[in-house]
């Protein structure tokens, strides 16, 4: 359990990357990750579409808004969900799954858009009743990861028993 805790320790958003291939077992492991997460009622409310074509990933990138780093991934991985009651959280958590599979073999990744990716439906032939959640992409990052996540002590944000007591 340890090298999940790194994985989550250590997990920052990659924006760049190089133009380095992700094996296909990786690919595998990572879209299993995302399978494998819990749901409510098991209702596993996600689809992965596993984009490795470069013409589409430029058209993915060139649809998100927020995310146009996505025509320069080598693998991206869009996430659809139903629209049933916890769908968006279900998916939520497949996409943390799949995030730190990646990070803890080298990967790197970030979540780009969060709904409101309409317009990737026509170019995926995703159906009308499902929404695109986000698009991930992932690759080995172009230069080293460095950073420090900046959070509030654990003393701000934790409580023991009651709201208010410290949780040290």
């Known amino acids: 359990m340890a090298d999940v805790f790194e994985a989550v320790r250590t997990l920052l958003a990659v924006r760049s990357y190089q133009r380095t291939p992700v094996p296909e077992p990786l690919v595998r492991r990572i879209v299993e990750a995302g399978r494998l997460t819990g749901s409510g009622m098991n209702g596993q409310p996600w689809h992965f579409i596993v984009i490795r074509d470069a013409d589409t990933l430029q058209r993915l990138g060139a649809l998100a808004s927020s ?3 996505v ?3 080598p693998l ?4 659809a969900t139903d629209r049933s009651r916890f769908a968006v959280s279900d998916a939520s958590r497949a996409i943390q799954s799949m995030l730190l599979a990646a990070w803890a073999e080298g990967v790197g990744s970030n979540w780009v858009g969060f709904g409101g990716l309409d317009k990737v439906k026509p170019l995926l032939d995703i159906p009308a009743g499902l929404d695109v959640l986000a698009i991930l992409p ?3 990052p172009a230069r080293a990861v460095e950073g420090k996540k900046q959070r509030k002590p654990l ?7 009651r709201y208010g007591r410290p949780f040290e």
Do not use: K, P, T
């Not at 991206?76 to 996430?79: L, Y």
């Not at 003393?155 to 028993?161: D, G, K, N, T, V």
């Open 71 to 73: 025509a320069q991934a």
């Open 138 to 140: 992932f690759g080995y």
């Open 67 to 69: 995310g146009r780093y």
């Open 155 to 161: 003393r701000e944000i934790a409580h023991l028993e």
């Open 76 to 79: 991206a991985i869009v996430v």
